[in-house]
């Protein structure tokens, strides 16, 4: 089974707008972050925003906010007015285990999202 | 920030050569690193963990004896693609996490920017 699933293969969002990009997850560890990862083009990979299962609110981060829906085992990226330089793909990833030793990240298909002026 | 630096950017080379990717941690010491495979239009899939001072765990389905990692200081992990064919060209990355980041999970991996691989 898939432990992170991104539904969303592709999309387009109208410069300024909001976007929500889904992630659920699958883990049976209690403890366990979850990652949002922006690629460009270029291939860098870029943190964007982190979630952990403990925390209590959801992790916002400038225009990056994440919907963390802990019962349904969902962790979705909300990127607010968005702007061109948006326009990459985006990785949700999932780190096991809070010790050193379940550092290991798994990450879901990605979504490309494509900005329109 | 930490920086990771990943030489070379890309690099092309003939069918049987074998080709040494570096990754260096600037600013930070890394007890551990990851190397990971990227195809065209695909996710990142983990190759292997490397381990300073100790041999590196592989993920199952990666040939061992094919991608030879070493980890021998806390800055620097090599990957080398032993005898490259053309199926092992793809976008190769490596990530490494600060060693005093141990106790705290919120602290995320830093990756490189990338090797791009082709073999003809």
């Known amino acids: 089974a898939q432990k992170i699933t991104q539904t969303q293969p592709g999309m387009f969002v109208q410069e300024k707008e909001a976007v929500t990009l889904d992630c659920t997850y699958d883990?049976?560890?209690?403890?366990?972050?979850l990652f949002w990862y922006k690629q460009p083009s270029s291939g860098e990979m870029i943190f964007l925003i982190y979630?952990?299962?403990?925390?209590?609110q959801n992790a916002t981060e400038g225009r990056y906010s994440l919907n963390f829906q802990k019962a349904r085992k969902s962790a979705n990226l909300v990127i607010s007015a968005s702007q061109l330089g948006d326009s990459a793909m985006y990785f949700c990833?999932?780190?096991?285990?809070?010790?050193?030793?379940?550092?290991?990240?798994?990450f879901g298909g990605g979504t490309r999202v494509l900005v329109k002026p | 920030g930490a920086v990771v630096s990943q030489h070379p950017s890309w690099v092309i080379c003939k069918s049987g050569t074998s080709v040494k990717i570096e990754c260096r941690s600037l600013?930070?010491?890394?007890?551990?690193m990851f190397w990971y495979r990227q195809f065209p239009k695909q996710s990142l899939m983990l190759m292997a963990t490397s381990n300073e001072g100790s041999k590196a765990t592989y993920e199952q389905g990666v040939e061992k004896d094919k991608f030879l990692i070493n980890h021998a200081s806390l800055t620097l992990s090599t990957l080398t693609v032993t005898s490259a064919h053309p199926e092992d060209s793809s976008f190769y990355i490596c990530?490494?996490?600060?060693?005093?980041?141990?106790?705290?999970?919120?602290?995320?991996?830093?990756f490189g920017d990338g090797t791009r691989l082709s073999i003809l």
């Open positions: 600013d930070f010491q890394a007890t551990t």
């Open positions: 979630q952990g299962s403990y925390d209590q």
């Open positions: 990530s490494a996490r600060d060693f005093r980041d141990r106790e705290y999970s919120n602290q995320p991996q830093h």
């Open positions: 883990t049976s560890d209690p403890s366990y972050g």
């Open positions: 990833a999932m780190r096991e285990g809070l010790r050193a030793a379940g550092n290991k990240l798994t």
